[in-house]
């Protein structure tokens, strides 16, 4: 199968209508915009300039997912404290784990420096960890899967029944749809790291609680800090609003740069909403050609899209 066929077989996964044009060059995808120009996109694909926008999307899917992420909730509409001019809010946040975000010392045994901890630590910590009630209710920790070494980190929000039962995140229904999201962009799985603001289930799949995040985000911070990657992709509701520490709505999230352990980070919607919502997953393909181009420094620092 040719690079070509295979885009338009894992967009057609993901639920975006692909059409082929008729001089037979790169296929069209419905929400596409028109781009001044294109880069590369790894695998040997070429996003092309000037894509026409289409506007037919794929049917609703029927069946709803039970993974982790809840329908995105009415929150305050307030717009973040920024210039106007420049939509970023990266003047909140911290430019470093020792900055304003301590670790929590309830969630690090007596003696152990989590920053000074390798992988295999880490994940002994983790997986012995009893910071909060979470550890009373889980099957098991779920720490993180993937490539230590990768230019992409995904952060969810937490693991669901599926993730607690095999102690991987993304593994249900909506990894399966991570995993479509990824190949649109030439990336594999293997090829990123994915990990999750904290790391036990909450019951019944409820979000995470604050505090919850909190004793927990030191763990996080330790495993950006280890993969060192090139742009983190937040997807969900909850876990951009744990890592920004904003309550904006995800929808006025998108399409900005932001910054979290000096890293740059961008925002789309968790693969579970997009199973509810099938409308927007034409949304979250802009997304992540957006992240694509930050990841590869063709949108810089200004915080649009």
Aim: glycine share 8%.
């Amino acid at each position: 199968m040719s690079g070509a066929a295979q885009r338009r077989a894992y967009l057609q996964a993901m639920g975006i209508q692909a059409w082929v044009r008729r001089d037979g060059d790169s296929p069209l995808v419905a929400g596409e915009a028109k781009q001044d120009a294109a880069p590369p996109v790894a695998g040997g694909e070429v996003l092309e300039a000037g894509e026409a926008v289409v506007a037919s999307i794929a049917k609703p899917q029927a069946t709803a997912s039970h993974e982790t992420a809840a329908p995105e909730a009415h929150v305050d509409e307030r717009p973040l404290p920024v210039e106007p001019s420049v939509p970023d809010v990266r003047s909140e946040l911290p430019a470093s784990p020792s900055e304003e975000m301590p670790v929590a010392p309830a969630a690090i045994p007596p003696g152990v420096d989590v920053n000074a901890l390798g992988w295999d630590a880490l994940q002994a910590v983790v997986a012995r960890c009893t910071a909060c009630d979470l550890h009373a209710t889980r099957t098991q920790t779920v720490f993180g899967t993937g490539n230590r070494t990768a230019d992409w980190m995904i952060v969810g929000e937490a693991p669901g029944a599926d993730e607690d039962q095999q102690g991987e995140p993304f593994v249900g229904r909506a990894g399966q749809l991570l995993n479509n999201m990824l190949r649109a962009i030439g990336l594999q799985r293997e090829q990123v790291y994915i990990a999750n603001v904290i790391k036990c289930r909450p019951p019944n799949n409820r979000n995470p609680h604050v505090d919850e995040i909190s004793q927990c985000l030191g763990y996080l911070q330790r495993q950006i800090a280890l993969v060192k990657p090139r742009l983190i992709l937040v997807v969900g509701r909850v876990a951009a609003h744990g890592l920004l520490k904003v309550d904006t709505p995800l929808g006025k999230l998108r399409g900005q740069v932001y910054r979290f352990c000096d890293t740059p980070v961008v925002v789309t919607y968790h693969p579970a909403y997009l199973l509810r919502t099938p409308r927007d997953k034409a949304k979250s393909w802009d997304d992540l050609r957006f992240a694509h181009r930050v990841a590869e420094g063709h949108d810089g620092e200004d915080g649009q899209a």
